[in-house]
Every structure is written in structure tokens, then in C-alpha cells.
């Protein structure tokens, strides 16, 4: 019988070592989904889950708090995951302990590209992700890979908002309307990185109302904005089938 899996690892080891579109079994939800799973980032580390990605502007990211939660887009192309999706990739991770499984944090990986063809990959330890009473909470803490560019991490402890549904308590603006996004405001300041905002015109320079990353002159020298991102969620630990 063939191994129904649980993440883009499982299916990496078992043999299937090329980028492309796979299915994964949620448990809790009891359905497959498709996600995309990258298996050439640059990175020891090799199979991982792709919640988000834009590539060419195709798809809408100005959208509402239901469709960030449902998901939307084709993980051919660009895509969102969806906050309820990700959110049970999250609590499948588990490893063993005693008689019961301890849910885990995860990494996540943000693949990068501008208009001027600098690349660059920010892989992040400790990606804590909590349910839709918590309006799905992200903390991200320190950087796995160190570089004096990617020191910081930009975006921590918040909560996700939309145009339509704020969840930023500590700030006067209401980020998702202003950025035209649903995306995770860092204690509900607006001047964070945020890759869901409207996509960048060619050659466009990098602001805070397009696809933003901070501190990215830091690593290329200019500010021209991105073309390519996308966020990928790293499993290693063992899956409870």
C-alpha cells in the first residue's frame, strides 16, 4: 500500500527529489491538498512545503480575511496557501514524546529575487503558528542562517490582517487597508516586510506599498524591488500517520 504522506520531507526522502506540484494528507482535516513542494532551495536542508509564491503578478493578493483563510491561486503559479491550511500543516508536525506528541516549531524559508537578478534565501528557526481564535498568530525568532544582513528578523509575535479584518490593536492605521494585503503586522506597526502587497511594476523601485522586504538594500545595494518570493515551512521531525 502506498504511504499517504504528511509534508514535502517525507515525500523528498522517499525519493522524489524534484520541485513540483504534490499532494499531502491532512490529518486533522482528513483531506489531501495540493501544495507545491520545493526541493532546490538553497539550503541543506531539502523538501519544503511552499505556503505562498508570486512570481509575475497574475494573481490578486488584495483580497479579503475568508479567502487568506480558505486559500486561493494555483501552486503552479502564484499561490496562497491559506492561514487554515498552514495552520494543520503546523500541528501535524510532531514528534514523540512519552505517551503523547508535543507539537513542534518549524523553519521558514523566504526565497527572494529582484528585478536585477540578486538572490538571496533567509531561513528563519522557531515559526510558532497558532489557530483562527488567535487570529493565527506567527512568532518567528532567530535567524538559522546568520548573515549581518539578515541578523533581524521582520516580522515577530502578530497577528494576521486583512483589508476588511483588523487585528492590529496597538496602531492607529489599519495596515491592511493602507497595503492592500492580508499579512502579519509586527505589534501592529505597518513599517514591516510584508510580501503579499501589490506586485512591482519592472525595474520599479522597492517601497513599502509593494512586495517589501526590510533591509533588503542591505544585501543587494539598491533598492529595486522584488520580482520573486515566496515562503516555504521546513519539517523534520516525525509524522504521527
Known amino acids: 500500500m502506498k504511504r499517504i504522506v504528511a509534508k514535502c520531507t517525507s515525500i523528498y526522502a522517499s525519493g522524489s527529489t524534484s520541485s513540483g506540484i504534490y499532494t499531502i494528507w491532512l490529518k486533522e482535516r482528513f483531506q489531501f491538498i495540493y501544495v507545491y513542494c520545493n526541493m532546490d532551495l538553497v539550503s541543506i536542508k531539502k523538501g519544503w512545503t511552499t505556503i505562498q509564491k508570486r512570481m509575475n503578478g497574475e494573481v490578486n493578493f488584495n483580497?479579503?480575511?475568508?479567502?487568506?483563510?480558505?486559500?486561493?491561486?494555483?501552486?503552479?503559479?502564484?499561490?496562497?496557501?491559506?492561514?487554515?491550511?498552514?495552520?494543520?500543516?503546523?500541528?501535524?508536525?510532531?514528534?514523540?514524546?512519552?505517551?503523547?506528541h508535543e507539537f513542534k516549531p518549524l523553519e521558514v524559508g523566504f526565497h527572494l529575487e529582484d528585478w536585477d537578478g540578486v538572490k538571496a534565501f533567509a531561513e528563519y528557526k522557531f515559526f510558532l503558528y497558532s489557530s483562527k481564535k488567535s487570529n493565527y498568530d506567527l512568532v518567528v525568532f532567530r535567524p538559522a542562517i546568520i548573515s549581518s544582513c539578515f541578523s533581524d528578523v521582520p516580522i515577530e509575535?502578530?497577528?494576521?490582517?486583512?483589508?476588511?479584518?483588523?487585528?492590529?490593536?496597538?496602531?492607529?492605521?489599519?495596515?491592511?487597508?493602507?497595503?492592500?494585503?492580508?499579512?502579519?503586522?509586527?505589534?501592529?506597526?505597518?513599517?514591516?516586510?510584508?510580501?503579499?502587497?501589490?506586485?512591482?511594476?519592472?525595474?520599479?523601485?522597492?517601497?513599502?506599498?509593494?512586495m517589501y522586504w526590510e533591509g533588503w538594500s542591505c544585501f543587494s545595494g539598491t533598492d529595486t524591488a522584488l520580482r520573486f518570493v515566496s515562503m516555504n515551512l521546513y519539517q523534520n521531525y516525525v509524522e504521527n500517520n
Open 63 to 100: 483580497r479579503g480575511w475568508d479567502d487568506y483563510v480558505r486559500g486561493f491561486g494555483n501552486p503552479r503559479g502564484e499561490y496562497w496557501l491559506g492561514l487554515e491550511n498552514i495552520y494543520r500543516v503546523y500541528r501535524q508536525t510532531t514528534i514523540f514524546t512519552g505517551d503523547f
Open 157 to 210: 509575535i502578530s497577528q494576521f490582517s486583512t483589508p476588511d479584518v483588523d487585528n492590529n490593536k496597538y496602531d492607529s492605521h489599519h495596515c491592511g487597508q493602507e497595503f492592500k494585503s492580508g499579512w502579519w503586522w509586527y505589534y501592529g506597526s505597518c513599517e514591516t516586510s510584508n510580501l503579499n502587497q501589490p506586485y512591482p511594476k519592472y525595474k520599479q523601485d522597492m517601497t513599502r506599498y509593494n
